[in-house]
Structure formats: C-alpha cells, structure tokens
Nanobody, 115 residues
Framework: QVQLVESGGGLVQPGGSLRLSCAAS????????MGWYRQAPGKQRELVAT???????NYADSVKGRATISRDNAEKMVYLQMNSVKPEDTAVYYCNAYLNFRDYWGQGTQVTVSS
C-alpha cells in the first residue's frame, strides 16, 4: 500500500500558475499509475492528469495544454504544474496512486482561483 500527502494548494489569481506536490511512501516507479483528481463544490471527483510507471501521461480535455504532470522517482514525488488557471479550476485536488488493483488517495489540497 501507499500513503500520499499533497501540498502546494492555496489562492491564485486567474491567469496565474500553481504547482502541486504529492509525496508518496513508495518508489514512484513501482506504482503502476499515479494521478491528480479534483472535486469542486457540488460536483463529483474528476480526473485531471495521470502518469504511469513508464512516464506516459494523460490529461483531461479541460486542462490539456495548461497542465503538466511529472514525477521525481528519487524523491518519491509527483507534481502537477498548471498555468493560466481559471476560476473553474477551483477545487480540492487529490493525489492518486493505483497499485495492485486498488486506488489510494491523499487527503487533498485546496486550490482557489479568484481575484
């Protein structure tokens, strides 16, 4: 199993950038797939981006071109860089790990995009 801790959330101006971090208790390379999900008030949790153990990435259409997911295997970290943020990006962002046919989740970090 794996423990996940997110950080980097906060208040950001529309059009600005943010960088979220996820610290994992396992070597990232050993995890089949990791990702970022988000949940806005009144909405269900949705996929933002994923990255596999081989480095392949996938992005939701809503963030494609603005978001970049990356990993640092040595530091057991996964990152989400998002540029040109919009008020619609406001949500709690969760780090996810898929390992041995099970999903593991962090507690989430709040991102608020507002003037």
């Amino acid at each position: 199993q794996v423990q996940l801790v997110e950080s980097g959330g906060g208040l950001v101006q529309p059009g600005g950038s943010l960088r979220l971090s996820c610290a994992a208790s396992k070597i990232i390379f050993s995890i089949y797939r990791m990702g970022w999900y988000r949940q806005a008030p009144g909405k269900q949790r949705e996929l933002v981006a994923t990255i596999t153990s081989t480095g392949s990435t996938n992005y939701a259409d809503s963030v494609k071109g603005r978001a970049t997911i990356s990993r640092d295997n040595a530091e057991k970290m996964v990152y989400l860089q998002m540029n040109s943020v919009k008020p619609e990006d406001t949500a709690v962002y969760y780090c996810n790990a898929y390992l041995n046919f099970r999903d593991y989740w962090g507690q989430g970090t709040q991102v608020t995009v507002s003037s």
